[in-house]
């Protein structure tokens, strides 16, 4: 009896019969909870970070750069305008306190790649011959085309002469390397109010406002139409192909189909 006892013993399987995988749910659950757990603590810090600068978050994308800004250096100096146009560092903010008035930017988002800043005298930043940074147009033009370079959670300023922006050891705002190093790197805030992902509404107004497809086309036509003959022309085709298109994600194209085949839209005659 005692060599019966050493042989392993498994749960009886039929031929064709899968195995159930023990504890893959359990471990999904577990994985899942700390993902949730380090998303947790991670909002947590950004929201400490956030209250020391009296309510002033970090930027980690370029589609943030809206709106009221101010640029970090080091910890709780912010660039500074000054009525000559030039810049400084300012003096160090207190705990729990933003940047001061003249601290304070407007950015400008102009493409996926380029944004501009205006100081609170109505001029927008640029470099001179001198590679400092001044802040002196009265519009954006490419010398007041900025590029920020996110890598590693760290930001570097690419000028519009292709340097990266640093502070030099007499106190002044320069762009003259090329490579982004420690003095290059940087932290933008912003005080606009921040919207979540699930807040975030990208449905055009001419879907949100259409009541079926039919409408919709009907809005897309008035608004990239040619008018040249001063007539609302509809494409006849059957509709049904751009429900199936707003199915796969391919309605804006096949709008746009509908309406070359009129001839009718602006982009494509």
Known sequence: MSDYHKVKTSKLTFKGEKRKKKHK??????????????????????????????????????????????????????????????????????????PDLPEQLTGVVLS?????????????????????????????????????????????????NGCFMSLNPEGDFIASSRTAGTDEIIKVRSFVEKVSNKDKDDIPIEEKSAKNIGDCEVNYVKKFQSWQDQRLRISKEDKNTLEKAKTDGKLHG???????KMKSDRYCM
């Open 25 to 98: 749910e359990k471990k999904s659950k577990i994985k899942k909870a700390k993902i949730d757990k380090e998303e947790e603590s991670r909002l947590k810090e950004s929201q400490i970070d956030t209250d020391a600068h009296g309510g002033w978050w970090l930027i980690s994308n370029i589609e943030e750069f809206k709106g009221l800004i101010a640029v970090e250096v080091g910890s709780h100096c912010y660039m500074s305008a000054m009525d000559n146009g030039k810049f400084t560092l300012g003096a160090p903010r207190p705990q729990g306190q933003g």
């Open 254 to 260: 096949a709008l746009l189909d509908r309406r070359a």
């Open 112 to 160: 996926d790649t380029k944004i501009a800043f205006k100081t609170g005298f109505g001029k927008y930043l640029s470099v001179n011959r001198s590679n400092c940074v001044v802040g002196v147009s009265d519009a954006i033009s490419s010398k007041e085309q900025w590029e920020p370079v996110f890598q590693d959670g760290k930001l570097a300023l690419m000028a519009p």
